[in-house]
């Protein structure tokens, strides 16, 4: 079955660039009829949505985060990508990845991301 | 933007217990809502989606009903495993979750 699995940095600093990036095992990231998201969870917080990539390259983001955040995909890997600009320490979360046809699933382990001079 | 409410914020339950949460959207979402389970230090596991359709392998106890804006799952029986943070899930735009329900052991 399909698996996925964040990885990157668990330390930024602030004012720089987070940058992940999901691998998806177990399928293709070219499936047809899905969504590659990021959704992040503060410490002892709820879930937000980032964004997600659709497989024809369309791209949708979280109004709230918009400006800041890129989503990539690099099929020929079976990857995709999350970069966050400009960072805070409100930014300090742990950063998912699943795969959407609306509901999530499944979904990354999670990396935590602190964003910490 | 879509907000979605989930009540109550804390559930004290005993197992065996029938229990309910709440869930509300700000605005109509049909029936595209979905259900999650959490459990500390883990990813959220999908129970519900589309409202009331049980994912595979998820216990026939869950359950999940309700459209437009006003959505309720359901635990016929609380088991140990189910005392976790449940989190509601719109997909009509976008996507939002709601702010989470920790279901606690009374």
């Known amino acids: 079955q399909v698996q996925l699995q964040e990885s990157g940095p668990g330390l930024v600093k602030p004012s720089q660039t987070l940058s992940l990036t999901c691998t998806v095992s177990?399928?293709?990231?070219?499936?047809?009829?899905?969504?590659w998201s990021w959704i992040r969870q503060h410490p002892g917080k709820g879930l937000e949505w980032i964004g997600y990539?659709?497989?024809?390259?369309?791209?949708y983001y979280n109004p709230s985060l918009k400006s800041r955040v890129i989503i990539s995909v690099d099929t020929s890997e079976n990857q995709f990508f999350l970069r966050m600009t400009s960072v805070t320490a409100a930014d300090t979360a742990v950063y998912y990845c699943?795969?959407?046809?609306?509901?999530?699933?499944?979904w990354g382990q999670g990396t935590l991301v602190t964003v910490s001079s | 933007d879509i907000q979605m409410t989930q009540s109550p914020s804390t559930l004290s339950a005993s197992v065996g217990d029938r229990v309910t949460i709440t869930c509300r959207a700000s605005?109509?979402?049909?029936?595209?809502l979905a259900w999650y389970q959490q459990k500390p230090g883990k990813a959220p596991k999908l129970l519900i989606y589309?409202?009331?359709n049980l994912q595979s392998g998820v216990p026939s106890r869950f359950s999940g009903s309700g459209s437009g804006t006003e959505f309720t799952l359901t635990i016929s029986s609380l088991q140990s495993d189910d005392f976790a943070t449940y989190y509601c899930?719109?997909?009509?735009?976008?996507?939002?979750f709601g702010q989470g329900t920790k279901l606690e052991i009374k």
């Open positions: 699943a795969r959407a046809m609306g509901w999530f699933d499944p």
């Open positions: 990539i659709y497989d024809t390259g369309s791209i």
């Open positions: 605005q109509s979402i049909s029936s595209w």
């Open positions: 589309k409202a009331s």
């Open positions: 177990g399928g293709s990231i070219s499936s047809d009829g899905y969504y």
């Open positions: 899930q719109q997909y009509n735009t976008f996507s939002s």
